[in-house]
């Protein structure tokens, strides 16, 4: 698996592990290790898995860029994907903390969509291959650039600067924001979700 993405051949390892030079690392017995593909449904790209047809099993690897509540997002180079689960084992993995931003992971899951983005429920497979990953960088955009094309960046990392709230004091759950960007004046909308799905609570900033 390359954490840094790119195009290689994603394969299985199962051999026998040993410490044979002493350095406290364990080393694989290559007279001992098979290879197996992972088959022609594993993707490795979440740049293809976001374009996979509903319902199809597909499995992808990047960095988690947030876990928190329900939301698990990860993001592989110039794309991202995030799945939602209320409960069960992936839900149970982000509460202990046992799943964190950083973590480099592999996901197996059938492909699905929520009010046309793509999002994944069903999970069958998360699995943390690496720790402690720097995050992506996040894409600086302007407001007019988010008001444009902001779908293309679904569940990726972005950033828009100078911005001001005028008619709020406070970020409060399930609420929508008037936004103001500086000294453009171009307007968003903002939206804080409720449920304990955001992590957005309290004074907004000056």
């Given at each position: ?61 990047g960095t988690v860029t947030r876990a ?60 943390v291959v690496y ?76």
């Amino acid at each position: 698996v390359n954490p840094r993405g790119g195009n290689d051949r994603i394969i299985a390892i199962d051999g026998s592990e040993t410490d044979n030079d002493g350095d406290d690392i364990a080393d694989i017995d290559m007279g001992t290790v098979s290879f197996s593909d992972l088959g022609p449904e594993f993707i490795g790209s979440v740049a293809d898995a976001v374009v996979t047809p509903d319902g199809d099993a597909v499995s992808f690897v990047g960095t988690v860029t947030r876990a928190f509540e329900s939301f698990l997002f990860v993001q592989q180079d110039t794309a991202g994907i995030y799945t939602f689960n209320s409960s069960g084992f992936v839900y149970d993995a982000i509460q202990a903390g046992d799943v964190r931003p950083g973590d480099f992971v592999e996901v197996s899951a059938l492909s699905g969509s929520f009010e046309g983005l793509q999002a994944f429920g069903e999970v069958d497979l998360l699995r943390v291959v690496y720790r402690d990953l720097e995050l992506p960088a996040p894409i600086l955009l302007t407001a007019e650039e988010f008001n444009n094309s902001g779908t293309r960046y679904n569940s990726e990392l972005i950033r828009i600067e100078n911005l001001r709230i005028d008619d709020a004091t406070d970020f409060e759950g399930s609420t929508t924001y008037n936004v103001i960007e500086d000294p453009t004046g171009t307007a968003l909308t903002m939206f804080v979700r409720g449920d304990n799905g955001s992590e957005v609570r309290g004074p907004i900033p000056d």
